[in-house]
């Protein structure tokens, strides 16, 4: 796994202007090289120096878009390994196609945060200096998997030996079958394909289970939330400095969820503005409601807007009480108009909440609360590790799935037990880092526990 | 005054392993004695009369290669021969053989005999003779000693052997063979630790007491494949086998009996063979099962002795015999000779070098049964190592050690010393990492070459085995180079049409025209060679970089403690040891694969850290 050349769209989609492609490994160059071709021809392309030329597309045989191609050798780089960086127009679809053709030339599509990781497990980084840089939010999956883990953990182990059980029975169907193949054992191929589909859908659902809220790709996720029309699209308007969300004055105008980029002191933030959380009859309303209500449910930290020149609802109280257990900012917004909201009952509520009074219209107290954003929400270093941790256990849980998938294929394909049990056997020591080892005895002794065999 | 006698190696014991051993060190050139209690006895099949199966066919097929005599004794007492999962692929075909038990012993017997510089001698040894931590010889029950270099010690069951039939037990190495009782405190005294095993052996019963007609026969296959490289003739089937099935009746009378069996009730302490299980334990362990199979077995030619295969037992005779009567064809057999069980003192094989010599005796070697095994070619297969490690010691050369992506036999030694036995030890594909490199078609390729090194291959059949190779390799060229354009307009190379899972050697040569001639087992091998290419090339792969893994030092001061993922009992092992390279610590028992991966994913973030490494800002 770590052996492979990995490939991923560096910079956000759908910005613009320029983009950039990064390969990270062994055969980063010789894989570059089969998709760029330099404008002057050059026998050797030196290190450190953008060289311009241009993107081929070998399958069509012609060249394509004009780019800069950027070789960084080892150990000189983020990683540690080779890293080269092609830098081209923005457009997500070129993008996209030099990634595909790359993986096509031999390399494997980055996984989220996978760079990250390889910078973390060569010793390049530690935690703490892997925050201060730019790409540790390109491995948003880190957030995800310490929201996954927290939320799961213990469902988690169990969902894991499940699995391990389901890998031990499929392995002693066919070995079963293979090394007593005189004692009417013969387990069938369909029965096999069951055993293998039950696990491989046991497994999706786990690897999946890490990649909550995975259209928001990129950030530390941070959902406005509150009644209707408390001022969040202002807010998010004003954060944002841009004119995103449309703002009108009737109640309930939000109907689906915006999202753009917060950049607060190098750390970015995705913000997200949400429907009003309040009750509503309309039923497009009520999608984007349900919708809301899991983003803010999955989100690293929430922002709750209070309207304070109104009396504090009910509602407004009710998602209090539901926020105040997740990492929340408590706003009193509108501070510009007189006050009729009763701090005293809110903070009561609210208790350890940290709070700010702030108009999102005038701008009052904005750059206090980017403060207060950056302050609260960004990850500490303790859980650092385990987010690291957890990444990798995110990706030997991949590794798995995708041995099974592959044995299923040759299932299929019609190749004999000794070649697809092959593919499902690479699982067993990915298995024992996630969890106890499967021992060829841990399979024998299921074997005879569960068919009666043995002359 | 006592007779003294002196010789370069002494074998003690002549079952299968101390038969390979003693062959091998004679073959060698060196001066062998094997002394065993009883000549009649060289190497008797205990139990089944038959050699070979999956993994263990593989074995043979590996001591062939290398040598060794189990194949061709095979071949030569064969009286039926089938080819194990023909219509599987070649890694996990096995041939298995029935044998004329007493063709076999005797050819056996015979064999040895003729062999210069090998020696057979009728004697009970009673003690190792040690001088200053080395073996020196062996004495006799009468106190005669033998003196030799090395002694490899091959006493299969008989160390302590306690037969129990029913709640009745006596004293024997197998049925109404004394056992052997001093050497088995000899070795404890000479600080060796042992254990307790146990198995069991069917009932026979009379050929003519048998209905016939209420059991399906089994023949043998058509075209037999030999064991051996070096076997020339056709083989021929000389019997059926039968197959039968117990009933509910027959489970009720074991049911009913337990409380008379010394396993359930207490009565015998060894640990079993799960893998050769008793009809008790079939019947207990799967209560809702309506019948168990089982084989009826010609023990030979001459013989009126039928093995029921499949049902083992330690019940006392009685309930042997009612359980006969609840099945249909066999309710007026006769029974020649009861099931019984048996235990016996084993050595535990941690205590074992690589070379299966032991740790605190140097030039004591200890091979067979006695190590955990079961099984007549897992005990072969060590005789023939220890045989010939024993004799590369004598002439002072290095040992010879197979790895387990080389040979099953690497697999079983590597098995038997770093993780130790619990229960008897039996070998199954599914414990080599490397399965599909580890074939019957591919046996020669990997060892001849060792066989030949040492001398126990003769010069023509090296010669034969590497116009073999020339042949397969002239096929292999054909294959890689011609191409042809399918039906479906594919463009292919022969090897790649093969490939394909439902295509055989057969079909691509009515595309093209091969010149050489192939025998069916070299077809087979090409057969295997290319449809297991792409996986064969990804596990050399994985060898290669597990090598590398391996050879990775661990500097004296790692702090174990820091790394992820260790359980507490891995940290004090490699506290405790400190092993100095990745290798020796995979050698640790209780170091698992991943506790490995871990220390060297570990290792390498520290040796990064350790080189100049600041934070990097790449510019995007």
């Not at chain 1, 010793?123 to 925050?131: S, T």
Request: charged share 25%; hydrophobic share 35%.
């Amino acid at each position: 796994m770590v052996e492979d050349t990995i490939i991923a769209i560096s910079t956000p989609l759908g910005y613009g202007g320029l983009g950039i492609v990064r390969l990270s490994g062994k055969k980063s160059l010789p894989i570059a090289k089969k998709i760029f071709k330099p404008k002057k021809n050059k026998a050797q392309i030196p290190p450190r120096q953008p060289i311009l030329g241009n993107l081929y597309h070998f399958e069509q045989k012609e060249f394509f878009e004009e780019a800069y191609l950027t070789y960084i050798p080892s150990p000189h780089t983020y990683t540690r390994e080779d890293v080269v960086e092609i830098s081209c127009h923005g457009s997500p679809v070129i993008l996209e196609e030099v990634v595909r053709l790359g993986i096509k030339a031999g390399a494997r599509h980055a996984r989220a945060g996978e760079f990250t990781l390889r910078a973390f497990l060569s010793g390049r980084i530690d935690i703490l200096q892997a925050e201060a840089i730019n790409d540790i939010i390109q491995a948003s999956s880190y957030k995800q998997a310490k929201i996954s883990f927290s939320q799961l953990e213990g469902s988690l182990s169990q969902k894991i030996a499940f699995l391990r059980n389901r890998i031990i029975l499929l392995l002693s169907q066919i070995e079963a079958s293979i090394e007593f193949p005189e004692e009417g054992l013969r387990i069938s191929a369909k029965q096999i394909s069951k055993t293998m589909e039950k696990a491989i859908h046991a497994l999706s659902k786990l690897v999946e289970s890490y990649n909550l809220g995975k259209t928001l790709s990129e950030g530390l996720t941070l959902a406005i939330a509150g009644r209707k029309n408390v001022g969040k699209s202002t807010l998010f308007n004003s954060l944002l400095q841009k004119e995103r969300a449309i703002v009108t004055p009737y109640p309930g105008t939000t109907r689906d969820y915006l999202y753009d980029k917060l950049n607060i002191n190098s750390s970015i933030f995705t913000l997200i503005d949400m429907a009003g959380l309040g009750s509503s009859l309309h039923l497009a309303e009520k999608e984007g409601i349900k919708r809301a209500k899991i983003l803010a449910s999955q989100a690293d930290g929430v922002l709750l807007l209070l309207d304070s020149s109104q009396r504090e609802s009910s509602e407004d109280l009710k998602l209090i009480k539901k926020f105040k257990n997740k990492k929340t900012i408590l706003l009193f917004n509108k501070i510009d108009l007189p006050q009729k909201m009763s701090k005293k009952i809110v903070k009561s509520r609210a208790e350890s909440l940290p709070m700010l009074e702030i108009s999102a219209l005038k701008g009052t107290n904005l750059e206090k609360l980017k403060e207060m954003i950056c302050e609260f929400f960004v990850p500490d270093q303790k859980h650092g590790e385990e987010i690291i941790l957890h990444l990798r256990q995110k990706l030997l849980l991949e590794n798995i799935l995708d041995c099974l998938v592959g044995g299923k294929r040759l299932l299929k394909e019609g190749h004999p037990e000794e070649i697809y049990a092959e593919e499902i056997r690479k699982t067993i020591p990915l298995i024992g880092q996630l969890t106890g080892e499967i021992s060829t005895d841990d399979i024998i002794q299921d074997i005879f526990s569960r068919f009666c065999v043995g002359k | 005054m006592n007779f003294v006698d002196e010789y370069d190696v002494i074998v003690v014991g002549a079952g299968h392993a101390g038969c390979e051993a003693a062959y091998t060190t004679a073959t060698m050139g060196l001066e062998t004695c094997l002394i065993t209690i009883h000549l009649e006895t060289i190497a008797q099949m205990s139990c089944n009369p038959a050699i070979g199966g999956l993994a263990k066919g593989h074995l043979v097929r590996e001591i062939d290669a290398l040598g060794g005599i189990m194949g061709i004794l095979a071949d030569e007492t064969g009286i039926q021969f089938r080819l194990l999962n023909r219509s599987r692929g070649g890694a996990v075909q096995a041939p298995r053989a029935q044998s004329d038990k007493a063709l076999y012993r005797l050819t056996m017997k015979n064999w040895l005999e003729k062999v210069p510089k090998l020696t057979l001698f009728q004697g009970i040894v009673t003690e190792i003779l040690i001088k200053d931590k080395r073996a020196r010889g062996i004495k006799t029950l009468e106190g005669n000693r033998l003196l030799a270099k090395a002694v490899i010690l091959t006493p299969g069951t008989f160390l302590n052997g306690l037969i129990h039939i029913g709640l009745h037990s006596y004293s024997a190495g197998r049925a109404n063979e004394p056992a052997s009782h001093e050497l088995s405190t000899n070795l404890k005294n000479l600080g060796l630790k042992t254990f307790r095993l146990k198995t069991g052996t069917p009932m026979r019963l009379h050929k003519q007491s048998i209905d016939w007609s209420q059991f399906t026969a089994q023949p043998g296959d058509k075209k037999p494949i030999p064991f051996s490289f070096r076997t020339q003739k056709n083989l021929k089937n000389k019997i059926l086998c039968h197959i039968g099935y117990t009933n509910q009746k027959t489970h009720e009378v074991i049911k009913k009996n337990l409380d008379k069996s010394p396993l359930y009730s207490g009565k015998i302490t060894g640990v079993g063979v799960r893998y050769c299980p008793s009809i008790e334990d079939k019947v207990v362990k799967f209560p809702h099962h309506q019948r168990h199979q089982f084989f009826l077995e010609p023990e030979g030619l001459e013989t009126a002795e039928i093995y029921v295969n499949g049902i083992s037992s330690s019940l006392p005779l009685e309930a042997q015999k009612e359980i006969l009567k609840s099945i249909p064809g066999l309710d007026q057999a006769k029974i020649l000779r009861p099931a019984y069980g048996i235990e016996y003192d084993a050595v535990a094989p941690t205590q074992l070098n690589c070379s299966l010599e032991t740790k605190k005796i140097k030039n004591l070697y200890l091979a067979g049964q006695i190590n955990g095994t079961s099984g007549y070619e897992e005990a072969a297969a060590q005789g023939l190592m220890a045989g010939i490690n024993a004799s590369l010691k004598i002439k002072k050369k290095k040992h010879f050690i197979l790895g387990r992506n080389e040979a099953y036999i690497g697999v079983l030694i590597d098995d038997l010393i770093s993780k130790g036995v619990e229960e008897p030890y039996r070998l199954f594909t599914s414990r080599a990492e490397y399965r599909l490199l580890l074939r019957i078609d591919n046996a020669d390729k990997r060892l001849t070459q060792y066989g030949f090194k040492f001398g126990l291959i003769k010069e023509k059949d090296y010669e034969a085995y590497q116009k073999k190779q020339e042949r397969i390799e002239k096929a292999m060229l054909f294959l890689q180079k011609e191409r042809i354009i399918t039906e479906n307009k594919e463009k292919l190379r022969l090897k790649d049409l093969l490939k394909k899972p439902e295509v055989k050697f057969k079909n691509v040569l009515e595309y093209k025209k091969f010149s050489g001639l192939l025998t069916d087992e070299e077809i087979r091998h090409v057969e295997s060679e290319v449809k297991y290419e792409g996986y064969l090339k990804k596990q050399e792969k994985e060898i290669s970089r597990m090598k590398k893994i391996e050879g990775e030092k661990i500097p004296e001061n790692t702090n174990f403690r820091k790394i992820p993922g260790l359980t507490r009992e891995v940290i004090e092992k490699l506290e405790e040891i400190r092993p100095k390279t990745i290798r020796e610590a995979k050698k640790i028992p209780g170091i698992t694969p991943a506790a490995t991966m871990n220390l060297h994913i570990h290792l390498g973030i520290q040796k990064r850290r350790s080189e100049k490494g600041e934070m990097f800002h790449v510019k995007h």
